[in-house]
């Protein structure tokens, strides 16, 4: 079974740049989730899919943080403008169902730098 | 308070020996619990999950839930120096968000 694929894996830009994070779920996961993580922090949730629908997105900072989810498949995040402060691992998860028992899977990860 | 609480570490344990992890949650509607490994500049992986008060075994791990006190609790029996890493606490929380709230983690150290 293919694991959570995200790409890039690092970005380097400049504050009030703009960037996207792309992430394809494991095939039949129906809840796709988009963490961020601060060093020494847990992963924080920023929005939840259920297929093509936001199930949560009340932690997103829609002021500058925008997601996507067409054809209930792949994801898109996207922040414009950076702040400093948005340095982290934005990390994709995917899980079967969304519900107790269904574990999330995690990708890689990509490391964005704000400068 | 905050919704999910654990010791920053480091926790330090000679190799061979039990570590012993612990996690409490604000929410009482959270339904499971999951425990993750995250090793340095790794995302987190999934260890195991427990939804029903008592003990549940696989290998090596213990995870412990008394959902009355809120506590859940990871062992780590026999550790050795590949367990080194942060360990996360993830309620499923039932009420409101349907997903994980992750704890800031414990950092264990397997001294060889």
């Known amino acids: 079974e293919a694991g959570v694929a995200q790409s890039p894996r690092y970005k380097i830009i400049e504050k009030r740049q703009s960037v996207a994070f792309w992430c394809n779920p494991i095939?039949?996961?129906?809840?796709l989730y988009w963490y961020q993580q601060i060093l020494g922090q847990g992963p924080k949730l920023l929005i939840q899919?259920?297929?093509?629908?936001?199930?949560?997105d009340s932690q997103l900072p829609k002021d500058r943080f925008s997601a996507e989810r067409l054809k209930g498949v792949d994801s898109t995040l996207k922040i414009q403008p950076a702040k400093l402060e948005d340095s982290a691992v934005y990390l994709c998860?995917?899980?079967?169902?969304?519900?107790?028992?269904?574990?999330?899977?995690f990708g890689n990860g990509t490391r964005l730098t704000v400068t | 308070q905050k919704e999910v609480e654990q010791n920053s570490g480091p926790l330090s344990v000679p190799e061979g020996a039990i570590a012993s992890l612990n996690c409490t949650y604000s929410?009482?509607?959270?339904?499971?619990f999951f425990w993750y490994r995250q090793y340095s500049g790794k995302s987190p992986e999934l260890i195991m999950f427990?939804?029903?008060?008592g003990d549940k075994e696989d290998g090596r791990f213990t995870a412990q839930l008394n959902k009355a006190s809120q506590y859940v609790s990871l062992l780590i029996r026999d550790s050795q120096p590949s367990d080194s890493a942060t360990y996360l606490c993830?309620?499923?929380?039932?009420?409101?968000?349907?997903?994980?709230?992750f704890g800031s983690g414990t950092r264990l150290q397997v001294q060889p």
């Open positions: 998860a995917s899980s079967y169902r969304g519900e107790y028992n269904s574990p999330l899977h």
């Open positions: 095939s039949g996961h129906a809840t």
């Open positions: 899919f259920q297929n093509n629908g936001v199930v949560d």
């Open positions: 929410d009482r509607g959270s339904q499971s």
């Open positions: 427990i939804y029903s008060n």
């Open positions: 993830a309620p499923f929380q039932g009420t409101g968000r349907r997903a994980l709230t």
